[in-house]
């Protein structure tokens, strides 16, 4: 089955920076990769999203970077503000419909 | 925009009783799935459902039981509920077709005394 793991579990930037936040996962057939985001009190939330034909998709300042040779991908927000904080998960599917989360990382932005 | 809607935002239950948590979405999702969320574990599937009337095991199943009755509601049912069952229960809907992301529910903060 797939694993996903490889996160830090608190990830803590200044305003304006720019944020990095990564997963890893075990099976090399996954092929869908999403990542979410869960404000406090809320369920997660769509942020973006690539298949495995990409490498890279870009949205309103995040970036996602896959890395199939090294099942690794990555989460970039750009000129991070205080809205963004929050928990961001990973979730790897392969070919079905049941996607397989990481355990999230907690982004925290001090003004 | 897509909507999927959960009964309560908090619960409060004594241990032993039956505890029914709804979820419907308004997307004509074929797919609907039960989460719990315990912090430092992640989501963990309950149950998901495919298609009315069908329903299959996640990865944590015992002690709970769901319900689909119509494709647009999905029951997650606490047979007799036990205080290692207060959690945040987060419920989800997707189409079938591989590779399409869930659409998440508000959550249920249920606390079981």
């Known amino acids: 089955g797939e694993s996903v793991g490889l996160h830090l579990p608190t990830l803590s930037v200044q305003e304006g920076d720019n944020s990095i936040i990564n997963c890893a996962y075990s099976?090399?057939?996954?092929?869908?990769f999403i990542w979410y985001k869960q404000e406090s009190g809320k369920g997660p939330q769509f942020i973006i999203d690539?298949?495995?034909?990409?490498d890279k998709r870009q949205g309103q300042r995040v970036t996602v970077l896959l890395n199939k040779t090294v099942k690794h991908l990555s989460l970039q927000i750009a000129a991070t503000q205080p809205g963004d904080s929050a928990v961001y998960f990973c979730?790897?599917?392969?070919?079905?419909?049941?996607?397989?989360f990481g355990r999230g990382t907690s982004l925290i932005v001090h003004p | 925009d897509v909507k999927v809607t959960q009964s309560s935002r908090y619960l409060v239950k004594r241990t032993g009783e039956k505890v029914f948590l709804e979820c419907v979405q308004d997307?004509?999702?074929?797919?609907m799935f039960w989460y719990r969320q315990d912090p430092g574990l992640g989501l963990r599937l309950i149950y998901f459902?495919?298609?009315?009337?069908?329903?299959e095991k996640g990865d944590i199943p015992e002690g709970y039981s769901v319900s689909r009755e119509k494709k647009e509601r999905f029951s997650l049912i606490l047979e007799s509920a036990s205080t290692n069952q207060t959690s945040m229960y987060l419920c989800?809907?997707?189409?079938?077709?591989?590779?399409?992301?869930?659409?998440f529910g508000p959550g249920t903060r249920l606390t079981v005394t």
């Open positions: 989800a809907s997707s189409f079938s077709a591989p590779n399409y992301e869930q659409y």
């Open positions: 099976n090399s057939a996954s092929d869908y």
């Open positions: 690539i298949r495995s034909n990409m």
């Open positions: 979730a790897v599917i392969g070919g079905s419909y049941i996607p397989t």
């Open positions: 997307m004509d999702h074929e797919n």
């Open positions: 459902s495919y298609d009315v009337k069908m329903k």
